[in-house]
């Protein structure tokens, strides 16, 4: 069973609506979390770097939330753009360097 | 350059054939990673080193997948006796801290797409 956990798989929007992707993770003991928007064709870039004591965490039209009781993170997008689409990795860390990835969210934002 | 480069964009290997890959991470970064992407999947972890020295390659999926970084900078990527079954982007990435645990973002580079036909 993988160990990072996102929903949906995929998602279609129409351009200015709201989103929310979820990741569930069983990663034990946690580090940090973060959030990766990955262009086709493209490496992965980060949007949100978040550790055990953060909620939440905005980067412009995205935040991030973290409940670690529950082991869960959400990533809620405003207002989205046609740039938004692309894929959204969430990556957990625990205590190694060893990051465990995501199979992510792929989001299509349509005119 | 400002990123992780990493070259080449593309490569196309006939099964048997030996090839190289190469990473380029940010200057001065201490840590480097290599993940394997197939297609719709995100990342997985290969191998990670700090500076010139391998500290983790648990996620080499045979002794035909081979990395170095003999002065700490640059770093190669080699898979002899390509099999169809390692068709996939290869992703390198660095980090400016080591650590395990760090909260210190990773910069990837664009990847090699390799095909094995």
């Known amino acids: 069973k993988n160990q990072v956990e996102q929903s949906p798989q995929s998602l279609i929007i129409l351009e200015g609506k709201n989103c929310t992707l979820q990741?569930?993770?069983?990663?034990?003991?946690?580090?940090?979390l973060r959030w990766y928007k990955q262009d086709t064709g493209r490496g992965p870039v980060s949007l949100t770097i978040?550790?055990?004591?953060?909620n939440t965490k905005s980067n412009r039209r995205y935040t991030a939330t973290l409940d670690a009781d529950t082991k869960q993170s959400s990533l809620h997008i405003t207002a989205s753009q046609l740039s938004d689409s692309a894929s959204y990795i969430c990556?957990?860390?625990?205590?190694?360097?060893?990051?465990?990835f995501g199979t992510g969210t792929r989001l299509q934002v349509f005119p | 350059g400002a990123g992780v480069s990493q070259s080449p964009r593309y490569k196309v290997a006939k099964r048997g054939q030996d090839v190289a890959l190469r990473c380029d991470p940010i200057?001065?970064?201490?840590?480097l990673f290599w993940y394997q992407q197939a297609l719709g999947q995100g990342p997985e972890f290969l191998t990670y080193?700090?500076?010139?020295?391998?500290?983790?390659k648990s996620g080499l999926p045979s002794d035909r997948f081979f990395a170095e970084r003999p002065e700490g900078s640059v770093s190669t990527l080699k898979i002899q006796r390509t099999q169809q079954e390692d068709s996939a982007v290869y992703l390198c990435?660095?980090?400016?801290?080591?650590?395990?645990?760090?909260?210190?973002?990773?910069?990837f580079g664009n990847g090699t797409r390799l095909t094995v036909t």
């Open positions: 080193f700090q500076n010139e020295a391998q500290l983790d």
């Open positions: 978040m550790t055990f004591s953060e």
């Open positions: 990556v957990v860390s625990g205590n190694t360097d060893k990051l465990i």
């Open positions: 990435a660095s980090r400016e801290t080591p650590g395990g645990g760090s909260p210190s973002p990773l910069h």
């Open positions: 200057s001065g970064h201490v840590s």
């Open positions: 990741c569930n993770y069983t990663v034990s003991p946690f580090s940090n």
